[in-house]
């Protein structure tokens, strides 16, 4: 038996349907409130809770031998930095424990790519965090450290772009971005349960295609079927407006540090990442033309090269 974390969320709703269909039981751990519509023709349990309080991780943990842990703070809704802390590393430490007590055998985390290189971002502080707990936690783990996923990209830049035809941006023209398909990563740590290779191991992982910010405004054209732009703000501007932000809030949000996570391109060497999963990916821009022509998020088939 699985438990799933975070199995609401973008990423956690192609996770959950990967895992089952690969025949895995899982479990997810839910908020009261949540949307579970899209999980509820699957072959899931549910514990309602959450992963910050010790009686629902408790219950959740309990007869299971995997733990997978995507929950996150939506920095999109709430950047307080204290609440960051609170509920992706207190919440991420209580489940370590549990899983380690309730005699867990794998645990499956998906972590940040920025966070060795932006190190004043809580985000990621706070995932290096948990990476470390679980190094020295005894149980055997696979940490994947995602650059950007797909879906980020359509959904909210995207979405930008249509309505408005422009959008800011933090990168430079030259800077490049991998961003990775859902459908993509799902399969990834659905692999790590039966994947040697990925025992105890940290990974970086981006999709296969890399555009950089000028290429990837020309895509964003192509699928709008429109010219849209990208204002690529100066970097001295974006930090002045944070120091500003962070001085009236008395640094409540960290905006600097936020500032530097949206900076310097978002990829990765995926070499490590190949040898390890054997995965023909998707393709970003087929995601992107699919989104714009259905008006929803269209999987392609991860195929295997084994
Ligand atoms: N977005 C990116 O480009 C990007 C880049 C690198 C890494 N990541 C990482 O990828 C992971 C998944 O991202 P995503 O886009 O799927 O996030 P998301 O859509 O914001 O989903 C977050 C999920 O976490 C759940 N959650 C948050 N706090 C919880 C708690 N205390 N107890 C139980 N559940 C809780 C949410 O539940 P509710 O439905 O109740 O809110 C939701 O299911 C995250 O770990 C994120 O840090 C994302």
Known sequence: MILYIGATGHLGKAAVQELCKRGHKVRCLVRGGADTSQLKNLSTEFVYGDACT??????????TDTVMS????????????????????????????????AGVKKFVFISYWGLAKFGDFEHGKIKKMVEDLLAVSGLDYTVLRVTSLATDMSLLLGNTLQKKGRAPILMKRHEKIR?????????CMADCLTNPKASHKVIEVAGEEEYTFMEFQELFSQALGKKVRFIFIPLPLANFIAGCIDFVTRNQYNARGLVSAFTGGSTCDITQMQQIFRLQQGSFAQHLKDYFTTGHIVFQEPRSLS
């Open 54 to 63: 010790k009686e629902s991780i408790r219950k959740a943990v309990a007869g």
């Open 179 to 187: 961003p990775i398909l859902l459908e993509d990563l799902a399969w």
């Open 70 to 101: 995507s929950f996150a703070t939506n920095i999109a809704k709430d950047r307080r930095t204290t609440h960051l802390w609170q509920n992706d590393y207190e919440g991420n430490l209580a489940v370590i424990k549990h899983a380690k007590s």
